[in-house]
């Protein structure tokens, strides 16, 4: 009897100690569990944020708010080269339009005509270059831009001198260099606002001119740098 009991005795210990071990388990599981969990609620905090980030910025408000505000920098800098180029209606509310893919201008009178419905052929290549060194300051000052950083205008001076030059040195009568006109004096403008464009985005950027206007019409402004002269008996 004395055995027995002492047999029962050892067998209630080590039934404890299996006991014991098995709520250790239980409790080490409900540790680890509770660390997933942790985990878990860390990622649906990290994705509930990144969902309420696409939420705002595929919201059409905000998209239009974003687009009215690139249209205000882009139209302003158009005007700010406008002046700089000295074109008519400078002073009048510029303003591009993306639906109709040209400018705007907002008279005093309150209507608003397109550019092909007002100025000159000059107006019209002044626009169109105040157009796109605006759009490019724009871009440029963008976190990504996939646009490349160039740009080529093919023969600005056309609408001044729609004849070509005999010469580097020449004017298209064939007359030794003169010392000004109003037309060179056109032509001028477009390089120096090309000049100060290149000075505003600190170099970053390459405008290849093709032109067949002489020096004249370049010469001493900053940043022009003549390339080559394939001009028809030129060495």
Known sequence: EGRSAESSAQRQ????????????????????????????????????????DLKRDLDPRAQRERLNAALDTVSAKIADYARLLQLEHATENVRLNIRE???????LSGRTDFLWEVGSGQNWVGYHIAGLLALHEHLLNLSLNPVPRFLVIDQPSQVYFPEAWPSIDQTPDGQGK????????????????????????????????????????????PHVHLVGNWRKGHE
Do not use: C, P
């Open 178 to 221: 003169i010392e000004s006109s109003a037309d060179i004096a056109g032509v001028r403008r477009i390089f120096s606002a090309i000049s100060h464009f290149i000075d505003v985005v600190s170099g970053q950027f390459q405008v290849i001119v093709t032109e067949h206007a002489g020096s004249i019409t370049w010469d001493g402004i």
């Open 101 to 107: 893919l040209s400018l705007q201008f907002g008279r």
């Open 13 to 52: 210990r080590v039934r404890q100690i299996y006991l014991f071990v098995g709520r250790v388990e239980q409790a080490l599981e409900n540790v680890s569990a509770s660390r997933n969990v942790d985990d878990l609620r860390s990622k649906v905090r990290t994705l509930a944020i990144k969902i309420a």
